[in-house]
């Protein structure tokens, strides 16, 4: 009986000492301090000078952005809400990569009639994000598709606040 105790302390000891030799794989870091941020770009959505400002937002690999931007040239003007997804292939808080996709709602100006229309739209973006002295900026180029079946590329650039 002693020799069957002593065995299952003996070997409840070596457990216990290999428990110390595990293992651990560093968990992944979060980006920055604060995981979101607001910002204002500036770009063209097609021929069309455009504002926005917006919301972004990261966590790890996965992100969202969303944005009300407004469009304007002499007789013709947009404005819409849009939320994109954004995957962060290679996360990192100096300067990353990302793809996405997203919707969007939109109302404009009918320059033929004068007649305000309106469209729901998706997108798919592609951007590099970087952060020189703790601003975060972006540049991005976007092809959305809105439910008149009229593709519109846009180029961006956008700074954080």
């Known amino acids: 009986m002693k020799k069957l105790l002593f065995f299952f302390l003996s070997l409840s000891t070596v457990n216990f000492a290999f428990d110390d030799l595990s293992l651990k794989l560093p968990e992944e870091k979060m980006i920055t301090p604060k995981n979101g ?26 992100g ?20 994109n997804y954004l995957y962060f292939p290679k996360p990192n808080p100096n300067s990353q990569m990302y793809l996405g996709a997203g919707l969007g709602a939109h109302l404009f100006s009918d320059p033929f009639n004068g007649k305000i229309g309106g469209a729901f739209s998706y997108a798919f973006v592609t951007g590099y994000q970087f952060r020189p002295k703790n601003v975060t900026q972006f540049v991005e180029l976007k092809l959305g598709m809105n439910s008149l079946l009229l593709p519109i590329p846009s180029l961006s650039y956008g700074v954080s606040f």
Not at 39 to 45: D, E, M, R
Not at 74 to 83: A, D, F, I, R
Request: aromatic share 22%; hydrophobic share 35%; no cysteine.
């Open 64 to 83: 969202g952005d969303i944005s009300q931007t407004l469009a304007y040239f002499p007789n013709v003007w947009s404005t819409g809400l849009q939320y």
């Open 37 to 62: 941020y607001f910002y204002l770009s500036g770009g063209f959505a097609g021929v069309l000078p455009k504002a926005s400002l917006g919301y972004r937002y990261q966590e790890k690999k996965h």
